[in-house]
């Protein structure tokens, strides 16, 4: 358990586990930590590979700083954690926000970037079902006392009463979500395995369509199989992705070992 000194943060990381292989970078998503995004399947991943588990700005352990949240900082804090830790390259999983960042930095720091596993992710807004994300600027932080992520908050955080000011920051940014062009997913160049729960809050039309663009959509036992995959868990909603470790952590080995 650590902190590394990047852009102004003391942004706080953990490393498990160990391997000579590309170490695997862990990005959580909104509102949550180490503990709540990947609890469940850390211990499934650190078998056979060093883990290095991130917590951005704000979240978990890392004191917040007079700065937006936004998934372009966020992938840059985690390229400047890379140089801190002397690493080159790096394979990276990323749930919901956490999978924003991963794909962000797939198109913005491509060669820092080895293999992608991006859980609940989506390139336009268009990829949510639609009103989503209407009642969220209504969001206030005692929606949230009790909860998962606010009790992994008060557990973890250097301030445990900034939590109101996470929520405010996080409702910031989900009122300006990043999207990407079709062709800035087409160009990505990391093999990528997309997961989705079948109840989540990305539309599999769009999972798919993302698929194809990332090569998919082909008939394998003629053209071979893609680089890129995709996996939709059953009976499986956006939060509880991270519970399905026994599921999840056998396909993800598996692609990143390919």
């Not at 992520?149 to 000011?165: C, I, K, Q, V």
């Given at each position: 358990m650590s902190y590394a000194p990047v852009n102004g943060l003391d942004l706080y990381y953990e490393e498990h586990g160990t391997g000579s292989g590309r170490p695997l970078v862990l990005i959580h998503g909104a509102l949550s930590g180490i503990g709540t995004s990947f609890?469940?399947?850390?211990?499934?991943?650190?078998?056979?590979?060093?883990?290095?588990?991130?917590?951005?700005?704000?979240?978990?352990?890392?004191?917040?700083?007079?700065?937006?949240?936004?998934?372009?900082?966020?992938?840059?804090?985690v390229v400047a954690?890379?140089?801190?830790?002397?690493?080159?390259?790096?394979?990276?999983?990323?749930?919901?926000?956490?999978?924003?960042?991963?794909?962000?930095?797939?198109?913005?720091?491509?060669d820092r970037v080895g293999r992608l596993v991006l859980a609940s992710v989506c390139f336009t807004l268009d990829g949510m079902y639609p009103g989503l994300l209407d009642g969220i600027q209504d969001l206030r932080p005692e929606h949230l006392h009790g909860s998962e992520?606010?009790?992994?908050?008060?557990?973890?955080?250097?301030?445990?009463?900034?939590?109101?000011?996470l929520v405010a920051k996080v409702k910031r940014l989900d009122g300006d979500l990043p999207e990407w062009t079709a062709d800035q997913v087409r160009a990505v160049a990391a093999p990528v395995l997309l997961v989705l729960g079948d109840s989540d809050i990305v539309r599999p039309e769009h999972a798919v369509e993302m698929f194809k663009l990332l090569g998919g959509g082909v008939p394998g036992d003629l053209t071979g199989l893609p680089r890129c995959r995709l996996a939709i868990l059953p009976g499986t909603t956006h939060t509880s992705i991270p519970q399905r470790a026994e599921w999840l952590a056998p396909m993800v080995d598996e692609f990143l070992d390919a």
């Open positions: 609890g469940t399947i850390l211990p499934f991943l650190t078998k056979t590979r060093r883990v290095v588990a991130v917590e951005l700005q704000a979240h978990g352990h890392t004191p917040d700083i007079d700065r937006d949240l936004t998934v372009e900082d966020f992938a840059a804090d954690l890379l140089d801190h830790l002397g690493i080159d390259r790096a394979d990276v999983f990323g749930w919901s926000m956490g999978a924003a960042v991963g794909l962000r930095l797939a198109t913005d720091h491509a992520f606010h009790e992994e908050y008060l557990r973890t955080a250097p301030d445990p009463a900034g939590f109101a000011n």
